[in-house]
């Protein structure tokens, strides 16, 4: 299958000269994770939500509004790209080996769409996934954070493992889920809430138990890769914790769906 017949063509971009409190707003409105970035409308650089966490966390910026942070200083620059007539299983090769979640597809010098791991786990359905089960893809190292533990902590976890998404453990029971968009979301309401001159001692004081989704969606071991899309597909969750009893055994990502099509496939 070529990516064409997978991309979204309805493409929403940001101007590379607007600020990121405009980014904010085009990814609450339009309930994606990612944006590419043009400049005269030529594709300059690509920006998501672990982007935006990663960057208001970071000691340089901690201050400083999103209405004052221009897009520039903000995306990513290198941005890989792939042509509409390039095969499913080569696109999702070029995602894992680079660690992206999503690529612009071009037609010429023409940005024509984007493709993202959420477009690939709609094909995680019928006979061949409704025969695999969890536990033969899912990840077993689990890299979690208390509730009690700051929410600069659950970001530093997040960037030196490179992860979006943290289960939150309390005495080894799953109480929550903390992902990069909570983290984005966090870190502007606090700039808005507290005083300038306060924000970097305050900011230590915020833990992650202030943060987190409640009363998480988790899947067992032996569920379907067909079914583990369907959930993924309705809630719009990338990643999902795996119980069994009252333990976290593991955790199921887009990644991992992304990297069994691309194994079948090929």
Do not use: W
Request: proline share 3%; hydrophobic share 40%; net charge negative.
């Amino acid at each position: 299958m070529q990516i064409k017949n997978l991309m979204s063509e309805d493409l929403i971009t940001v101007d590379k000269d607007q600020n990121l409190s405009d980014a904010l707003k085009l990814l609450r409105k339009n309930n994606v994770s990612r944006l590419p970035v043009t400049n005269n409308k030529e594709l300059v650089g690509i920006i998501s939500e672990r982007d935006i966490a990663n960057k208001l966390g970071s000691s340089k910026y901690e201050s400083m509004p999103a209405s004052r942070l221009h897009i520039s200083s903000v995306m990513v620059k290198d941005v890989f790209t792939v042509p509409q007539e390039m095969q499913l299983e080569e696109v999702a090769k070029l995602m894992l080996e680079n660690g992206i979640g999503s690529v612009p597809v071009m037609n010429d010098e023409k940005m024509v769409g984007i493709v993202s791991k959420a477009d690939f786990v709609t094909l995680a359905n019928g006979i061949a996934f409704d025969k695999i089960t969890v536990k033969e893809i899912m990840s077993k190292d689990v890299k979690y954070v208390s509730p009690t533990e700051r929410l600069i902590h659950a970001r530093r976890v997040m960037l030196e493992s490179n992860v979006g998404r943290l289960p939150v453990l309390d005495d080894d029971e799953l109480v929550g889920m903390i992902t990069s968009k909570d983290l984005m979301r966090a870190f502007i309401d606090f700039r808005k809430k507290v005083p300038e001159k306060y924000q970097k001692s305050q900011i230590k004081e915020v833990l992650v138990n202030d943060i987190m989704s409640t009363n998480p969606v988790y899947v067992t071991k032996d569920m379907s890769i067909s079914e583990i899309s369907e959930i993924m597909m309705e809630t719009g969750y990338n990643g999902l914790p795996i119980v069994e009893g009252e333990d976290v055994i593991g955790i199921i990502t887009q990644t991992d769906i992304l990297r069994l099509i691309e194994k079948l496939e090929s």
